[in-house]
């Protein structure tokens, strides 16, 4: 079972669905050579995955196109990468009609303080970002990540997948259209005067991306949706 980005990555390799390329520029080269694969019709379309970017230390990867294609999104799903393209939409609907929300599991400790940055250390320019089109004001760090948001009243947390900018080494910047939840949820604290608690997740598993930028109803959270569709748990902190 897939469980982290490292899982999805090694699974995706075992499958020869994924490229590891070194030495690409973060500025308008991701882009490009993400643009190549996408138009050349003759070649799989792999995901790949950048390392020993210029400017970045050796490990401080980027991941394209992690759910590009029908294998893909079925392996992140929990299905079977080669299910025929017109029984896709058939098996996820009787799995979905089955499923029972599972909330998520609150854990006192994980891999994501293996790393804590805060005040004056925390640079996000330390984390490479690419620029993909000469118009834009600057790189995205998103939308590969999910941003998280709680509702003032009820307690309902929300994952989205928004458009993420950075500004500068200590600003981001992203766009939620009106009827996306994490707008109702900044919508009432701004309502009220106050502001409002956000946490941008990246380098997650893929399924949690395709759970942000799903219509699940309002007052859902994705992680239950996350857990009902593997049938356990996902671990927050």
Known sequence: MINDLRDWIAAAHLRDDLRLVRGVDCNMEMAALSEAIARDRQSPRWAVLFDDIPGYPSGHRVLIDA????????????????????????????????????????????????????????????????????????PYIGTGSVTITRDADSGWVNLGTYRIMMHDPRTLGFMISPSRHGALHRDKHYGRGESIRVAISLGHDPLLMLAGSTPIPAGVGEYDWCGGLRGEPIDVI
């Open 67 to 138: 759910c590009a294609t029908l294998s893909r999104t079925a392996l992140s799903l929990g299905m079977d990468p080669d299910i025929d393209r017109r029984a896709f939409p058939h098996e996820l609907r009787r799995r979905m009609s089955k499923m029972h929300l599972i909330p998520p599991k609150l854990v006192k400790d994980g891999p994501i303080l293996e790393n804590h940055l805060q005040g004056d250390k925390a640079d996000l320019s330390a984390i490479p970002a690419p620029k993909w089109h000469t118009g834009d004001g600057g």
